[in-house]
C-alpha cells in the first residue's frame, strides 16, 4: 500500500511516516520545512534540535532497513501536488527512486496549525489562509484529475465547531424544518483564523465528494500531547519536534515543560475553557484505523478525534499534582487571557467513531505524563523562558 504523507516534518507527520513504514506501508512524505522556517522567524525555539528530514528518513534506513521516500516541496505549488500522481515527482531523498506510484491514501498535515500564529497580524492570517486552502484545493485537483479513489485523510479539528450550547455530534446533524428532514454539516463557528481555514477545508472537501466523487476521511482532532510513539524509542534522533512556545506549543506539552523551569502554568482567564485531547499515539492508530476502513466513493466520513475532555483547570491540577509529586514547584497562574473564547461554557462532544473501528484509548494518566516529565527533565538546559509567554492577542 502506498501512502503519501503531506506535512511529514511536523509534529504529527514524522511519527505518522515513521509508524507506516514500520507497518509494511510505501511511504512517501513531502514538507516544505514551513514550521521549522517559522519557529526561526518568530524566534521561537524547540525543546531539542531535530535532524531534518532527509537526515530522518536515512536514520530511518540505518536503523530499520526501511524506506521512506523525502521531497522538500511547497504544496501550494499545484505541480509539485500532481508531481505526486502523473509520476514526474523528483524525490529529494529515496533509496530507491522509481516513482511509487499512485498513493492509495493520501494523509493531509500540511497546514499551518497555530491559531495564535494566524492573529499575530493580517500579514500572518494571509500566509495561513493562503497555504492552508491552497494546499487543500491542489489535492482536491488533483485526485480529481488523476486518481479520484485515492482515500484522502484529512485533518480537521475540534476547533470547527467552537463551543456550542448544544451536544456536537461526529460532523453531521440532521435537522427537521418545517416538516421536512435533511442531513448538514453540523454548524460551525470557530474561534482564530486557522480554525476557519479548516472549516473552509471541509468545505472544499465536501464539495469535491459532492462534483466528484472523492473519498474522504476529515478527523476532527482536538489538541495533542505527547513526545514519544513506538518508532521514536529505537533512536532519540528520530524524537518529533517538539514546541513549548506561546505559538506552536498545545497546552499539556507547554504546562510539563513550565513545571520543569519553575514558570507558574499559564491558565488562561478562568480556565474553565474546555477541549477533547489526546496522546500522539492515538493520533497514530486514529490515522491507521481511518486508512484500513477507508471512506465510501461519495462519502465525506468525519470523525471526533479526541479520546477525554479537560478544562485548562482540569490539566493545570494534573500536571501540578504529578510536578509536585516528582518534587518540582510547580504553581499555577491565572493569567488575563490574550484569546477570545468562552472561559465557562457546555461541552459535550460525541467521539465514538473511531473507537467504533478499532481505536484503543490510551488516557492521561499520572504515568503517562511522569514519563513527559522525564523526557522534558533531560533537556531543562534548553528551555527558553521568553517564549513561553508573548501575549498574541485575538
Ligand atoms: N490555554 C491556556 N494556557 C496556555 C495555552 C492554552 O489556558 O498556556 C488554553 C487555550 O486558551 C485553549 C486551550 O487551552 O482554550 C487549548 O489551547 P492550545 O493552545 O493547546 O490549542 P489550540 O490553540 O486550540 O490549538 C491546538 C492545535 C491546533 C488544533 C487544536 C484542536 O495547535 O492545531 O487544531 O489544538 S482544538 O483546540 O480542539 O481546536
Redesign the pocket.
Known amino acids: 500500500m502506498s501512502i503519501l504523507i503531506l506535512g511529514g516534518d511536523g509534529y504529527l507527520g514524522w511519527p505518522t511516516a515513521m509508524y507506516f513504514s514500520e507497518r509494511g506501508y510505501d511511504v512517501t512524505v513531502v514538507d516544505n520545512y514551513f514550521r521549522r522556517n517559522a519557529c526561526a522567524a518568530l524566534d521561537v525555539g524547540m525543546l531539542y534540535p531535530v535532524p531534518t528530514l532527509v537526515e530522518r528518513a536515512k536514520i530511518w534506513h540505518e536503523l530499520t532497513g526501511k524506506k521512506i521516500k523525502v521531497v522538500v516541496g511547497d504544496l501550494t505549488d499545484p505541480e509539485v501536488m500532481r508531481s505526486f500522481f502523473n509520476g514526474t515527482v523528483e524525490y529529494t531523498w529515496a533509496i530507491d527512486d522509481k516513482f511509487a506510484g499512485i498513493p492509495e491514501t493520501v494523509i493531509h498535515y500540511a497546514?499551518q496549525?497555530?491559531?495564535?500564529y494566524s492573529l499575530i497580524d493580517y500579514n500572518h492570517a494571509n500566509t495561513t489562509i493562503f497555504n492552508n486552502l491552497i494546499v487543500t484545493n491542489n489535492l482536491m485537483f488533483a485526485a480529481r484529475d488523476f486518481s479520484r479513489d485515492t482515500h484522502i485523510v484529512k485533518?480537521?479539528?475540534?476547533?470547527?465547531y467552537g463551543t456550542p450550547n448544544i451536544d456536537i455530534e461526529e460532523g453531521w446533524l440532521e435537522i427537521e424544518h418545517k416538516g421536512k428532514k435533511d442531513k448538514f454539516l453540523f454548524p460551525r463557528q470557530a474561534?482564530?483564523i486557522?480554525?476557519t481555514t479548516?472549516i473552509m477545508d471541509t468545505d472544499l472537501m465536501w464539495f469535491g465528494v459532492r462534483m466528484w466523487d472523492l473519498r474522504v476521511t476529515d478527523l476532527?482532532?482536538?489538541?495533542?500531547y505527547g513526545i514519544e510513539t513506538e518508532e521514536s524509542k529505537i533512536d532519540n534522533r528520530l524524537r518529533t519536534i517538539f514546541n513549548y512556545d506561546?505559538v506552536?506549543?498545545?497546552?499539556?506539552n507547554?504546562?510539563i515543560v513550565?513545571s520543569i523551569v519553575d514558570y507558574p502554568?499559564?491558565?488562561?482567564?478562568k480556565?474553565g475553557?474546555t477541549?477533547?485531547y489526546l496522546n500522539i499515539n492515538d493520533t497514530l492508530q486514529c490515522v491507521h484505523m481511518s486508512e484500513k476502513t477507508p471512506a465510501q466513493k461519495s462519502e465525506l466520513r468525519i470523525f471526533n478525534q479526541?479520546m477525554e475532555t479537560f478544562s485548562?483547570n482540569d490539566?493545570?491540577e494534573k500536571v501540578q499534582k504529578v510536578g509536585v509529586s516528582l518534587g518540582y514547584d510547580v504553581k499555577v497562574d491565572h493569567i488575563e487571557?490574550p484569546?477570545k473564547?468562552a472561559e465557562e461554557h457546555y461541552y459535550n462532544p460525541t467521539y465514538q467513531g473511531l473507537i467504533d473501528i478499532g481505536v484503543e484509548p490510551h488516557y492521561l494518566t499520572d504515568e503517562v505524563m511522569t514519563d513527559m516529565f522525564r523526557i522534558v527533565d533531560g533537556f531543562k538546559d534548553n528551555i527558553r523562558k521568553d517564549v513561553?509567554?508573548k501575549g498574541i492577542r485575538w
Do not use: D
Open positions: 497546514e496549525p497555530s491559531a495564535p485533518l480537521g479539528t475540534m476547533g470547527e474561534g482564530s486557522y480554525h479548516k476532527m482532532q482536538g489538541p495533542v506561546e506552536f506549543g498545545t497546552i499539556l507547554r504546562f513550565q502554568l499559564t491558565v488562561y482567564g480556565g475553557q477541549r477533547g479526541i485548562a490539566l493545570a487571557n484569546r473564547e513561553i509567554f
